[in-house]
T-cell receptor
Framework: DGGITQSPKYLFRKEGQNVTLSCEQN?????MYWYRQDPGQGLRLIYYSQIVNDFQKGDIAEGYSVSREKKESFPLTVTSAQKNPTAFYLC???????????FGPGTRLLVL | GNSVTQMEGPVTLSEEAFLTINCTYTATGYPSLFWYVQYPGEGLQLLLKATKADDKGSNKGFEATYRKETTSFHLEKGSVQVSDSAVYFC????????????FGKGTRLSVIA
């Protein structure tokens, strides 16, 4: 089946620790996105990538980093510089043109 | 800049009631408009979309019409079911091509039997 997978479903971070959230898609989409969701806040854009080996900061990039070495994969690292990382993280992808974005099931990050 | 404003929830309805969730937008150019639905603990699913003025998107009994003159894209359903309980997000493309979406804050709908 084609789709987007995110792992893990739940992730726990200790103080001062970097953690990496995985996002993989087999839809052959060029563009991938990371959004953060907080209660009552809607979705906010962290980073996005329109092509392999290139990515742009979104509205709340501070404390996060990404890489796009393969078309299928767009991992997000939450660094120790992100002081309030507890949130639901959603990865999405889209094809060419003004296309719909398709979302993964999300990763919930909690701080110990 | 581009923005989306949707009615705040929560919205609580009885089964078979009529649903309207208001969404208005501010944008330069001619964005595509979307409604997404999120069930508890899950990612977002596309519900419907419209790509130009006067287009009507529809799916699973939900409808929304792209109104350029009022910059609106209100979501409607004639008879809601308990299974429609979820959070609904209105969104638009920031620009043409593969560009990020701008989301409203979401409206939580609860349907009671």
């Amino acid at each position: 089946d084609g789709g987007i997978t995110q792992s893990p479903k739940y992730l726990f971070r200790k103080e001062g620790q970097n953690v990496t959230l995985s996002c993989e898609q087999n839809l052959n989409h060029d563009a991938m996105y990371w959004y953060r969701q907080d209660p009552g806040q809607g979705l906010r854009l962290i980073y996005y990538s329109q092509i392999v080996n290139d990515f742009q900061k979104g509205d709340i990039a501070e404390g996060y980093s990404v890489s796009r070495e393969k078309k299928e994969s767009f991992p997000l690292t939450v660094t120790s510089a992100q002081k309030n990382p507890t949130a639901f993280y959603l990865c999405a992808s889209s094809g060419t043109g003004r296309e719909t974005q398709y979302f993964g099931p999300g990763t919930r990050l909690l701080v110990l | 800049g581009n923005s989306v404003t949707q009615m705040e929830g929560p919205v609580t309805l009885s089964e078979e009631a009529f649903l309207t969730i208001n969404c208005t937008y501010t944008a330069t150019g001619y964005p595509s408009l979307f409604w997404y639905v999120q069930y508890p603990g899950e990612g977002l699913q596309l519900l419907l979309k419209a790509t130009k003025a006067d287009d009507k998107g529809s799916n699973k009994g939900f409808e929304a019409t792209y109104r350029k003159e009022t910059t609106s894209f209100h979501l409607e359903k004639g008879s809601v079911q308990v299974s429609d309980s979820a959070v609904y997000f209105c969104a638009l493309n920031r620009n043409s091509g593969n560009t990020p979406l701008v989301f409203g804050k979401g409206t939580r709908l609860s349907v009671i039997a």
